[in-house]
């Protein structure tokens, strides 16, 4: 499989997660069925629109608007299985972690190639996995998770990101190494919030 | 009348009504007269400078500075108003309708003519009817009413944008199409305000 | 020293300075060192992002990453002295009055070099200044201090990018205004600050 397909579905697969957990979240507030699609929209498109700009790219829903429907469609099944029956809030947590790696590691490689420098590559990956989720967590009125002490998010992200920059550096094949890369974001999630893996912090303790 | 004619009026309107808005939603929080104006210029220019950054165009009040000027001039006059009496907060609601028709049938009528494909083009003017009133709400501290259930507002946006493209596919003039589409907006949003029509809603009753 | 050197130098420190602010005021939530930096990161760079992105430039830190690493190396040294020692937090003021000016005025002649309208030009540089410390009270979840009342802040930078403009166009050297220009906003935060300068506001006494 050639780089660019694997990004394509990578990122396909990416927007359906991230609008699944888009419905999920706005489940808990007072939203109705557009809000609540627009919600998703958010959070599976945000995070690449904003790589994109930055990119001066062209936005990949607009020329593309497949990603679109795959967020709208995605959305609203969740919506209508949701309002059935009542899922476990932990549910959530594992889409997520998957579509943080996949939008991170993606976002990355689309740096790379674009020809950004390595540094800031790897913080548009971290861009293109956490800017959906701040969005989604704005738009519900929640305090953005992402950064808060306690759980690697954002880190994981930014250590998948340098990982697949090192890793595709020392010579390993673009698709391996962006296959390596997701791992280790998904491990690295994982961890945290299995055994409550964390980073110094300021402040108290929590 | 051309149809670019009319977005232009219809587009400078509209900035105008949002700068209304924001200024007379600041008023219930403690900003000075900056503050309120700056307010006033992010609600009436937001929406429009986003759809303008997704579809790589110039933004619209960099190329034309008279819409900061009329946003401005807006704001100051409603600013004293507004010092001086004590406007009714319902007054509020018949000019944010009308400024959402207009910003969001001009919006999705640019993206078109940017040969932005169906779908994408009526979310870019959804885009381009609420982003403005969003930002507002964050700056203001308020939550984001726009998604909120209970009320018809993204959701009048969205199916007037899909009529003004749906009439406009069926042979309907652009014009005519814009002023049909524009009527859609208004009178769904005036439904839902004055006979409480919703559509369905996650979470439990309100 | 010519125009664009300043430019540079300037834009260097108020990254900086930024970065710095944004690290002591993500100290007051429970960030772990990542988050903490990433708070950095959007506080030192968003409001020259947000600039770059409205006038179709190429994003600087994305075209020279030296902007990225200082932000990074003044979060990384400013997060483990805030570990250690507790700094007062009105500390916290000076260097945000100086990211202000440095920032507005940098932008505002950015935007002038790109040709934008001369009111149009001054809302960049108040953009480029402010944006990045909204951007930082979103992350924190604080109400974005910008605008409210009792503080002349986005005020003092709009003052400031008129007058670099008044200035310039009434013959002083590009240089030297630049400094004047920065004066002021700083002397007029100041003001502010010492002696409760304010301008009229909405809403009852605070």
Known sequence: MSIDVLLYWVGMAAVAVNALTGVLDSSRKQMDLIG?????????????????LLLDRNVFWVADQTYLMVALVTGLIVFFVVRRTNLPPQLFLIPDAIGLALFTIAGTQIALQWHVPWLAASLMGVIT??????????????????????ELYATAAWAGAISLIVLQESGLAAVNATWA???????????????????PALGGPR
């Open 181 to 199: 890369a997701m791992g280790i974001v998904i491990l690295l999630r994982g961890l945290s919030l299995r055994f409550g893996l964390t980073l």
């Open 36 to 52: 609540a699609l627009l919600v998703a929209i958010a959070t599976a498109l945000g995070g690449g629109t904003v790589r994109d």
């Open 129 to 150: 996995g956490v800017v959906g989720g701040v969005l989604r967590d704005i738009l519900c009125n929640d305090v953005p998770s992402v950064f808060l002490k306690g």
